[in-house]
């Protein structure tokens, strides 16, 4: 995919070697907000085994997925085990209850596994870093469990591997530091016990991860300064439903969901969905004796979900399917219990088969539509109709492919929903430029000049339609004027270099060609092969 994974993959070259300059980028770097240095060493590594084949990215992905679905099975069915109440050595169960376990275990991990929501972290390979975090999460998780429930033998070295998991799940993706939360849900049911001072470690490693990626954050489009606090409740309630009603519906799931820069105009969706936040919550505590695992899970799953909630904003989504990838797990452990609480057996067996293959053909439907960034973008403009980022992707690459007419549609639309965006009519401008609409793309130029006076890059390619009109005189003087003001822009410098050639002041025209392609060496391929002999 185009979408970041360009900038993190192809154009990244800290990731095409592994050396000593490579491994201080990656132990060092926010590149792009978060600090995730075990993230990039596993693309590291990719690039080394396979370049830039896309098959061998999502392989790692599928693999990791696959590892994860296999680690939730063994962690509900600690869990289950526990919870029945019954040894957990299995010559100790009673045959018929062991086989509950199981097949609710076994249930609980595909329902997770195959669930539709899960398709963005899989199929991205950007979202390494949700698989590979959700294999250290798990097996941490894991460890904690068998530590508690499997009796005093080798609690140490489980609760210290534990540990060591968790730090690799932190430096995969920061979201890991729900963990702790997790651990301290499963010591209030199923364990009903409680010690603070064997959580420090993970609440040290969880504070300094915290920490690290909130300075990250602030550094591009990640920070939500813009929202008051009483706003970012309203959106992390709305996000704690959304969740809870793609679980169950997974209809109509988009790459993007637009968070409205004026909440006012998105009140009454929050308003209502925050209510039933509330109500549920306060459902789920009056009954806590009598539904102790749906308290917990719901707990847990709340406070799993705060960092990738409008809590702490990260970009410009108000929900992303990725985010369910931990914060949802609770769900599917519950799933299990229900499954495996309930007493008729072969009917709740066929129904659950049912649900499953349900979901296995929404995920193939899902999958499908990661094809490629214009099935993606399309899909998700018929979803979110409102949302500019899609719109924008899908525009960018039609440009790229060189279809001007669908571009063109795309960026008209844009500028319905955001009229004063500078880049989309500059965008628009070079197509009219491109398709020879020199009238429509002056217009465009023009627009962007009366919204910012001294907005280079509009008078630059002003200028540019000058000389293509064979007005070279008044070309050249306005692009001597930006080069004055402008000197870094290369484009600038080109079109000067190209104008005072064809005037016949070749010496100065060579000058400024050259250092065009000091600024960017691709404009060579710009420069008439007649000219190129001159410099």
């Not at 709340?302 to 609770?330: E, F, H, K, W």
């Not at 049912?354 to 053909?361: D, F, K, Y």
Request: hydrophobic share 50%.
């Amino acid at each position: 995919m185009e979408w970041d994974d360009t900038l993190n993959l192809v154009k990244n070259t800290h990731i095409h070697t592994l050396d000593l300059s490579s491994l201080i980028w990656l132990l060092t770097t926010h590149y792009r907000g978060p600090y995730e240095p075990l993230t990039w060493l596993s693309w590291n590594v990719d690039y080394l085994l396979w370049g830039m084949n896309p098959a061998g990215y999502h392989f790692i992905n599928v693999l990791l997925h696959s590892l994860n679905a296999i680690l939730f099975y063994y962690v509900a069915d600690l869990l289950l085990r526990f919870i029945s109440r019954s040894s957990f050595v299995s010559q100790q169960m009673a045959g018929e209850e062991e086989t509950r376990v199981r097949c609710a275990s076994l249930l609980a991990a595909l329902f997770f596994a195959i669930h539709p929501l899960r398709v963005e972290s899989v199929a991205w390979a950007t979202e390494r870093r949700d698989v590979l975090s959700g294999f250290f999460f798990l097996a941490s998780f894991y460890c904690y469990l068998a530590a508690h429930a499997g009796g005093m033998a080798h609690r140490r070295e489980r609760i210290l591997s534990s540990i060591l998991l968790f730090l690799l799940a932190v430096l995969a993706k920061a979201t890991a530091v729900g963990l702790v939360w997790a651990l301290l849900a499963v010591d209030l049911y199923p364990f009903k016990r409680w010690d603070l001072k064997e959580k420090i470690p993970y609440l040290v490693i969880a504070v300094v991860a915290g920490e690290i990626n909130f300075m990250g954050f602030q550094t591009r489009d990640l920070a939500g300064g813009m929202y008051r606090y009483w706003e970012r409740i309203l959106i992390f309630l709305y996000g704690s439903i959304f969740y809870v009603w793609k679980t169950l519906w997974p209809a109509n799931l988009s790459p993007y969901y637009q968070l409205p820069t004026h909440l006012i105009t998105f009140l009454k969706p929050l308003a209502v969905q925050g209510a039933l936040a509330v109500l549920m919550s306060w459902i789920f505590f009056m009954n806590r004796r009598r539904w102790p695992g749906v308290f917990v899970a719901w707990a847990c799953y709340l406070l799993m979900l705060a960092p990738v909630s409008g809590l702490v904003q990260n970009g410009q989504q108000i929900t992303a399917d990725r985010y369910s990838y931990l914060a949802c797990m609770p769900f599917a452990l519950v799933a299990g219990q229900l499954w495996w609480g309930l007493k008729n057996r072969w009917v709740v067996l066929s129904g659950s088969l049912l649900v499953l293959i349900g979901l296995g053909v929404r995920t193939t439907q899902q999958i499908r539509i990661w094809r490629d960034d214009q099935t993606l973008w399309r899909h998700a403009i018929a979803v979110t109709p409102e949302g500019t980022l899609p719109r924008w992707n899908l525009a960018s690459f039609l440009l790229s492919r060189g279809d001007y007419t669908g571009a063109e549609e795309q960026y008209k639309a844009l500028l319905q929903m955001a009229p004063q965006d500078l880049e989309t009519h500059l965008n628009l401008g070079f197509i009219y430029e491109t398709l020879g609409k020199y009238a429509a793309a002056h217009e465009q130029y023009e627009n962007i000049l009366r919204m910012d006076p001294g907005n280079a890059q509009a008078q630059n390619n002003l200028a540019g339609l000058l000389l293509k009109e064979g007005n070279w005189k008044t070309g050249r003087h306005e692009l001597e004027k930006i080069v004055l003001q402008h000197p870094e822009l290369a484009e600038a410098q080109f079109n000067l270099g190209i104008a005072l050639m064809h005037e016949g002041r070749k010496e100065v025209g060579r000058a400024h060609l050259r250092l065009a392609l000091q600024l960017n060496p691709q404009f060579i391929n710009r420069i008439p092969s007649s000219l190129r002999k001159f410099l």
